[in-house]
C-alpha cells in the first residue's frame, strides 16, 4: 500500500505489481498533479487511471459527481474502484475502457493522462485525437511524458498548440480546445 499527501490531501492506496509504478507515485504523474488546480465548474477524465491517484485525488477535492476515470485493464480498474472507496469517493465512476470506447460523457473541462510512451505512439495519438473531441469548449487535455517532440507536435497538429512546462525531468503538455474542429493544417503555397 502507497499512503501519501498532494495537494494536502491524504491518500491510501492499493497497487498491484503488474500495474505502472506500484511502489511509489510515480514523479511524471506527480509533476503532472503539481500543475493542476482543480476548479469547483471542473468535469474531469482520468484516462488511463492506473490504480486511481489522479481521479481520487480530483474527486476528494472537487467531489466525485465532477470525475471520471477510465482504464483497459481490469486490475488497474478494479484497484481504482477500491482506492475510491477506501479513500471516502467510492461513487466515482470507474470503467473499463479503451481509451473512450465506453465512455459515453463528453465535455470535459480537463483530461488528464500519463499515457505509456516507451511503446509506440498509438495510445497517446489516441488520447490525443479522441480527447479533443470529449473536451468542452476550452477544456484542457493534460499529458506527462519525456518524449516532447512528438507530443509537441500531435498537440499542436490537433489543437493548434500547447503550454510545456519541465518538471523534474518531465514535460507537462497542456493543450486548450478553442474550436471545434481540428487545427488547420498549413498547405505549401
Known amino acids: 500500500m502507497i499512503k501519501c499527501t498532494i495537494k494536502g490531501v491524504e491518500l491510501a492506496l492499493e497497487t498491484a505489481s503488474t500495474l505502472f509504478s506500484p511502489n511509489s507515485i510515480d514523479r511524471g504523474t506527480l509533476a503532472m498533479l503539481s500543475c493542476i488546480d482543480f476548479m469547483e465548474k471542473d468535469k474531469v477524465m482520468d484516462l488511463g487511471c492506473g490504480y486511481g491517484v489522479v481521479g481520487i485525488l480530483a474527486a476528494k477535492l472537487i467531489g466525485a459527481e465532477k470525475v471520471i476515470m477510465s482504464?483497459?485493464?481490469?486490475?488497474?480498474?478494479?484497484?481504482?474502484?477500491?482506492?475510491?472507496?477506501?479513500?471516502?469517493?467510492?461513487?466515482?465512476?470507474?470503467?473499463?475502457?479503451?481509451?473512450?470506447?465506453n465512455v459515453d460523457a463528453k465535455d470535459f473541462t480537463l483530461i488528464l493522462?500519463?499515457?505509456?510512451?516507451?511503446?509506440?505512439?498509438?495510445?497517446?495519438?489516441?488520447?490525443?485525437?479522441?480527447?479533443f473531441n470529449r473536451l468542452a469548449l476550452g477544456g484542457r487535455l493534460v499529458m506527462v511524458t519525456k518524449r516532447e517532440k512528438w507530443y509537441r507536435n500531435k498537440l499542436t497538429a490537433v489543437f493548434g498548440g500547447a503550454d510545456i512546462t519541465t518538471i523534474d525531468g518531465y514535460c507537462v503538455m497542456t493543450a486548450e480546445k478553442r474550436g471545434f474542429a481540428y487545427a488547420a493544417k498549413k498547405r505549401p503555397k
Open 71 to 101: 482504464d483497459n485493464d481490469e486490475t488497474a480498474v478494479r484497484l481504482a474502484q477500491l482506492n475510491a472507496a477506501m479513500n471516502g469517493v467510492g461513487e466515482v465512476p470507474v470503467l473499463l475502457s479503451d481509451c473512450f470506447q
Open 113 to 131: 493522462s500519463n499515457p505509456p510512451y516507451h511503446a509506440d505512439f498509438s495510445v497517446p495519438k489516441a488520447f490525443t485525437e479522441k480527447g
